[in-house]
Nanobody, 124 residues
Framework: QVQLVESGGGSVQVGGSLRLSCDVS????????MAWFRQGPGKEREGVAN??????TGYAPSVRGRFTISRDVKPTLYLQMNSLKPEDTAMYYC???????????????????WGQGTQVTVSS
């Protein structure tokens, strides 16, 4: 079974940066689609960014140009977050796809394994 463990969350001021990490254990390989989702207070969970089976990345419009998703060979998934805004405050979740994907893939139904989440708080 695959297990995902997020880390790197914390509190930061507007305009600051954080890097989130997601350690992957189990049978996952580099062909799986992987993504970051988030859920802010009083909001629905939304897709933030994904990396497909060819390493091509996709982003929600709200984070495009500020966030960068990447993956190494272990695999470990990363989310580099720059120019943070108060509306980025949320619990951030790492997710693994059911198998593989190509292109922008940010629907919850495309993912079958989730981490426990890491909190990001952005203050003025």
């Amino acid at each position: 079974q695959v297990q995902l463990v997020e880390s790197g969350g914390g509190s930061v001021q507007v305009g600051g940066s954080l890097r989130l990490s997601c350690d992957v254990s189990g049978s996952a390989d580099s062909t799986y689609c992987m993504a970051w989702f988030r859920q802010g207070p009083g909001k629905e969970r939304e897709g933030v960014a994904n990396i497909d089976s060819n390493g091509v990345t996709g982003y929600a419009p709200s984070v495009r140009g500020r966030f960068t998703i990447s993956r190494d060979v272990k695999p470990t998934l990363y989310l580099q977050m720059n120019s943070l805004k108060p509306e980025d405050t949320a619990m951030y979740y790492c997710a693994k796809g059911r198998l593989y994907c190509y292109g922008l893939t940010l629907k919850e139904d495309d993912y079958d394994t989730w981490g426990q989440g890491t909190q990001v708080t952005v203050s003025s």
